[in-house]
Structure formats: structure tokens, C-alpha cells
């Protein structure tokens, strides 16, 4: 299985800032790769796919890079809404494997 | 915009069966693939597996010999079956549409399941 590894694991920012999360997979995926959000008590909602395109009604503070095998995940601007768990994960090759998550917290 | 939900027991007994189903509401169920996914307290995300409206069938390795999808597209519901599980089985199960085969672009909001006797 392909290994996904995300950085840092834990962030605290304020709002406004600008927040970059990264992630690494363990051999080369192209573009195969996904960004999430999730919040307590909810499902995971699709953030960004093939990533760099946003999926339908995400907001376009947020945005994604990279290719092979490292990504970034960047929100340009924190908002109070943002606050939430980030996972990436790679739809190259199955089985299909997700990052241990980036818990953005309030500063 | 299609929801999903998922439903069934909040607790099974070691050495039984797991069983979910999920429904989706708000679009058809045809000609998509449909996934599980699971996430243990405090942990991250496992997929399961995945169905399409054919009937057709992938399973994450580590957790195939255990694991039977189906699906009903008269009733717009698929459902998983996890037989002999452990403690760690246990977990909140979420249900997923995918695009592109691999990529969850819907969840439903998951459904904890404990493992215990």
C-alpha cells in the first residue's frame, strides 16, 4: 500500500493567517491525490481533487499543489470555519490510503 | 445534491456479523461507485471497499476475506457485511460516493459501531 504522510500533525494559526499543510506519499502518485476537511462529528468533505482543482463550492481561499510525491494544502487566509481536521489521500493506486490527519486548531 | 445515511446496529457482539446499509437520497444511485470507510476513535481514515450499480466489487486487501458488499438500486441502498469481528472493528463507519473510482466526493455523516460482548 502506499504510504501517506502529512505535516505537521497538529497547527495552531489565528484568523487571517495564511497555513500551509504537507504531504508526502511513499512512491510517486502523479496527481492522484485529495485534500479533506472534516469536522467533529461529521463526515470528511472533499476539498480539493487531482490536487490542484477545487471541488464544487469550496471556497477559493483554499488551494492545492504538487505532484509525485509531495503536496500542499494552502488556506490564504484563516477563517473561524476553517478550524477543522485535514486529511490527504491518494486515489492512485488501490487500495486507496489517507494521511493521519493535521489538526488545524485556534491560536 | 444527494445525501447519504447510513444505518443499522451501534453494537455487535465479537465473532458475529457487522451489517450497514446506506441510503442515498437527493439523485440515483446508478452508474457511480459507492464506497465504505471506516475511522477508529481518535484515528484515521481505513477504506473498506467499493461497489458499483453493476454488482461490481473491490476490497481493500487487509480486510477482504471479510467483507461482502451489495447493492439495490430499486431502493437506492447499498450495504456492507463485516463477519468474525474483533474490538478492533470497532469504529465509526461512514458511506461515500466516489468520482473517478477512488475519490469519496460525498460522505454520509457515519454511524458508530462498538465492538463488544
Known amino acids: 500500500d502506499i504510504q501517506m504522510t502529512q505535516s505537521p500533525s497538529s497547527l495552531s494559526a489565528s484568523v487571517g493567517d495564511r497555513v500551509t499543510i504537507t504531504c508526502r506519499a511513499s512512491?510517486?502518485?502523479?496527481?492522484?491525490l485529495n485534500w479533506y476537511q472534516q469536522k467533529p462529528g461529521k463526515g470528511p468533505k472533499l476539498l480539493i481533487f487531482a490536487a490542484s482543482s477545487l471541488h464544487s463550492g469550496v471556497p477559493p481561499r483554499i488551494s492545492g499543489s504538487g505532484s509525485g510525491t509531495d503536496f500542499t494544502l494552502t488556506i490564504s487566509s484563516l477563517q473561524p470555519e476553517d478550524f477543522a481536521t485535514y486529511y490527504c489521500q491518494q486515489s492512485y493506486s488501490p487500495p486507496p490510503t489517507f494521511g493521519q490527519g493535521t489538526k488545524l486548531e485556534i491560536k | 445534491q444527494v445525501q447519504l445515511q447510513e444505518s443499522g446496529p451501534g453494537l455487535v457482539k465479537p465473532s458475529e456479523t457487522l451489517s450497514l446499509t446506506c441510503s442515498v437520497s437527493?439523485?440515483?444511485?446508478?452508474?457511480?461507485?459507492w464506497s465504505w470507510i471506516r475511522q477508529p476513535a481518535g484515528k484515521g481514515l481505513e477504506w473498506i471497499g467499493r461497489?458499483?450499480?453493476?454488482?461490481?466489487?473491490n476490497y481493500n486487501p487487509s480486510l477482504k476475506s471479510r467483507v461482502i458488499m451489495s447493492i439495490d438500486t430499486s431502493k437506492n441502498q447499498f450495504s456492507l457485511k463485516l463477519n468474525s469481528v474483533t474490538a478492533a472493528d470497532t469504529a465509526v463507519y461512514y458511506c461515500a460516493r466516489c468520482r473517478g473510482g477512488y475519490t469519496p466526493d460525498n460522505w454520509g455523516q457515519g454511524t458508530l459501531v462498538t465492538v463488544s460482548s
Open positions: 437527493g439523485g440515483s444511485i446508478s452508474s457511480y461507485y
Open positions: 461497489i458499483y450499480t453493476s454488482g461490481s466489487t
Open positions: 512512491q510517486s502518485i502523479s496527481t492522484y
